[in-house]
């Protein structure tokens, strides 16, 4: 079966990076798009970042634009999320998803792009 499980997460101050790896399993990484997504508590869901399947288009929410990238190693089933210069409102269980081959072109990502979940690991920017 489909399973997607996250690491990485933990507590960093203000300035300072993370990257998260998600792993793949189940399905054929190479034809999928994988995107990633965060909640705080109280809000909903959002769309951070998701990578195609041929690794040709990605996209990114406008609230982490030129802070975070994102990238693929299907050999080892992976899926990256490098976090860079990070801020408190980044604070949030951070989750990858599997949705269809391509990420979303021309609007944000909802959770409805998703089909399948990993578990979140929790990312907290404090100082």
């Known amino acids: 079966q489909v399973q997607l499980v996250e690491s990485g997460g933990g507590l960093v101050q203000p300035g300072g990076s993370l990257r998260l790896s998600c792993v793949a399993s189940g399905f054929t990484l190479d034809y999928s798009a994988i995107g990633w997504f965060r909640q705080a508590p109280g809000k909903e869901r959002e769309g951070v970042s998701c990578?195609?399947?041929?690794?040709?288009?990605?996209y990114y929410g406008d609230s982490v634009k030129g802070r975070f990238t994102i990238s693929r190693d299907n050999a080892k089933n992976t899926v990256y999320l490098q976090m860079n210069s990070l801020k408190p409102e980044d604070t949030a269980v951070y989750y990858c998803a599997k949705g269809g081959p391509e990420c979303p072109i021309g609007h944000a990502m909802g959770a409805g792009w998703a089909d399948y979940w990993g578990q979140g690991t929790q990312v907290t920017v404090s100082s």
């Open positions: 990578i195609s399947s041929s690794d040709v288009s990605s």
